[in-house]
């Protein structure tokens, strides 16, 4: 009998943590499971769930970078009535579907607003006459307050059976964010970064010679646009192509601003089906600082400069792009120093290097998240 999966995503402000979590189910349906997605934020018809059975939640997102404040499909701030709703709607989903593994993205080392249909969540499945297990899908780097972590703790060892980082430890272990890692040391399992995977044709020639830049979903790409419109010509760079790539959720009006200021030599487009093509045969890449991206980026041992996007208290970017500059992985421009002139000086410094080689990370994310979730499935220890 097919194993089945519930997968909880619930993405709230870019794209990065949908777009991951369809690379992770696709992984698992691959793998022989019948996965079930529950989304939970607006939706992105970019997302490729093939594979996979969808079902929405009302969707919920936040109005900005704070997620202090959840929005509704509307705009308006959720109350007590709409979350009720989406908790039942999430319990009778487990309950129609009697899946063997549940599997939450971030939670609990994140998404603390929704612990209100969560953790029912878990306490159905626990409840369960056949209860599945429970696995958090977690990425390599955290947004930690301290007071919280004592309830991730809680959380985690009263409720779930595995916690899959998906990263790397040679490159960045889960205790350089997570203090309280010997707590769940034994539950934890590192299944390398998650990263699309492509069989790139030889003759692929999308993207020879480029610089492309791009901003993921782009909702806080301008600044970067912006820049980068005006370095060009500072650059070694200036008699090449530049190929902006803007995302679905860069405002329109920036949008139209962006498109109207590019010279000759600089293409606006939205986002590529192909971008790892681009990647792998761009002269350089230049992006902010999401998981998703600077995955991609390493993966295809191109020359990048990230500038990491850093408001409110997000500083999982800056954290990872620090690290990988350290190790001489990229070049780093922070948010706060980003002009066109400091961009222009990292352009520059860029491509003075030879692109790097094989960087020895764990790109297998996805399929050894698929493997990790199907002996969850069977029964099998992690």
Not at 6 to 31: K, N, P
Not at 74 to 99: C, H, N, S, V, Y
Not at 212 to 237: C, D, F, K, N, Q
Not at 285 to 311: C, H, K, W
Request: charged content about 25%; overall charge negative.
């Amino acid at each position: 009998m097919t194993k089945r999966v519930l997968f909880y995503a619930q993405h709230l402000f870019g794209i990065g943590h949908v777009r991951r979590a369809a690379t992770v189910a696709r992984a698992m349906a691959a793998e022989g499971l019948a996965v079930n997605v529950v989304l939970g934020g607006i939706e992105d018809r970019g997302a490729d769930f093939a594979g996979c059975t969808r079902t929405y939640l009302p969707p919920v997102h936040a109005a900005d970078a704070s997620f202090r404040v959840l929005l509704d499909e509307d705009g308006t701030p959720i109350d007590d009535a709409f979350r009720d709703g989406r908790m039942a709607r999430l319990l009778a989903e487990f309950e129609a579907f009697q899946p063997d593994v549940v599997l939450v993205e971030l939670f609990p080392f994140g998404r603390r607003k929704f612990r209100f249909e969560l953790l029912p969540l878990l306490d159905a499945a626990r409840a369960a006459e056949r209860r599945p297990r429970i696995a958090s899908s977690v990425r390599d780097v955290l947004v930690i307050k301290s007071k919280r972590v004592p309830e991730m703790v809680d959380t985690a060892l009263s409720r779930f059976d595995a916690v899959l980082v998906h990263g790397d430890p040679s490159l960045i272990p889960f205790e350089a964010t997570f203090p309280a890692m010997d707590a769940v040391r034994h539950l934890v399992r590192y299944t390398g970064y998650v990263v699309e995977s492509h069989d790139i044709p030889d003759w692929a020639e999308a993207g020879r010679g480029e610089v492309i830049v791009s901003v993921g979903g782009g909702r806080t790409g301008a600044p970067l646009l912006r820049a980068a419109l005006e370095a060009r010509a500072m650059t070694r760079a200036a008699d090449k192509v530049w190929r902006l790539l803007c995302g679905p959720n860069l405002p329109a009006d920036v949008l139209a601003e962006i498109t109207a200021a590019a010279p000759p030599g600089i293409t606006v487009e939205g986002m590529r089906s192909d971008f790892a093509i681009l990647l792998r045969n761009c002269d350089l890449s230049i992006s902010q600082g999401g998981y998703n991206t600077t995955m991609d980026v390493l993966s295809a041992n191109t020359r990048a400069v990230i500038v990491p996007f850093e408001e409110w208290e997000e500083s999982e970017q800056t954290f990872r792009a620090r690290l990988l500059a350290r190790r001489n992985l990229i070049r780093l421009v922070e948010a706060a120093d980003l002009t066109p002139q400091t961009l222009a000086n990292a352009v520059d410094q860029a491509l003075t290097e030879p692109p790097p080689s094989d960087s020895g990370i764990d790109f297998s994310g996805a399929a050894t998240t698929a493997r990790l979730v199907a002996a969850l499935a069977a029964g099998d220890a992690p």
